[in-house]
């Protein structure tokens, strides 16, 4: 049995010690945003925050999350969509297919937690995530605009 913290509230789980965290929030808690990409934590599709964190879950066995840390997916990052990152992501038109851009949101908004004025080069290092449509410059937009502070998408 597995006690996570997952958007503040305490989960129990029955699963295997070294089920990939992905497959804990898929699977069994129905947190279907986290994707499956390549399973080997190299395109960032399954990025969750724990304690703040971006990481890939697919990576991370259940066992090796504590009940005291923090983890975040993209259904808790903002439910109602308020989140900066999620603002500038729409107002920019950010994805194409969408795949991989929950994993990208949440890449972006520890991002701006850890750096709330990264660089280009701050951003190209940081963002390691792949997006097979190739919106990395819009990527990079957004997380310039949601960086700025500007009123996204306010009522005028």
Same mark, same amino acid.
């Given at each position: 049995?597995?006690?996570?913290?997952?958007?503040?509230?305490?989960?129990?789980?029955?699963? %295997?010690?070294?089920?990939?965290?992905?497959?804990?929030?898929? %699977?069994?808690?129905?947190?279907?945003?986290?994707?499956?990409?390549?399973?080997?934590?190299?395109?960032?599709?399954?990025?969750?925050?724990?304690?703040?964190?971006?990481?890939?879950?697919?990576?991370?066995?259940?066992?090796?999350?504590?009940?005291?840390?923090?983890?975040?997916?993209? %259904?808790?990052?903002?439910?109602?969509?308020?989140?900066?990152?999620?603002?500038?992501?729409?107002?920019?038109?950010?994805?194409?297919?969408?795949?991989?851009?929950?994993?990208?949101?949440?890449?972006?908004?520890?991002?701006?937690?850890?750096?709330?004025?990264?660089?280009?080069?701050?951003?190209?290092? %940081?963002?390691?995530?792949?997006?097979?449509?190739?919106?990395?410059?819009?990527?990079?937009?957004?997380?310039?605009?949601?960086?700025?502070?500007?009123?996204?998408?306010?009522?005028?």
């Amino acid at each position: 049995m597995a006690t996570l913290s997952i958007n503040g509230a305490i989960r129990e789980v029955e699963v %295997e010690p070294e089920t990939p965290l992905l497959w804990v929030l898929r %699977e069994q808690l129905g947190l279907t945003g986290t994707k499956y990409g390549c399973g080997i934590a190299q395109c960032g599709a399954c990025t969750v925050h724990i304690d703040g964190l971006a990481v890939r879950s697919c990576a991370v066995p259940v066992s090796s999350v504590t009940a005291e840390q923090k983890i975040t997916t993209i %259904e808790g990052l903002s439910p109602d969509g308020s989140h900066p990152v999620q603002k500038a992501w729409l107002a920019l038109d950010v994805p194409q297919c969408g795949f991989c851009q929950c994993g990208m949101v949440m890449a972006a908004a520890a991002l701006l937690k850890a750096n709330p004025h990264p660089t280009d080069a701050d951003i190209d290092a %940081e963002i390691t995530n792949i997006c097979r449509c190739g919106t990395y410059n819009r990527v990079r937009e957004a997380i310039k605009t949601a960086a700025s502070g500007s009123q996204i998408g306010s009522a005028s």
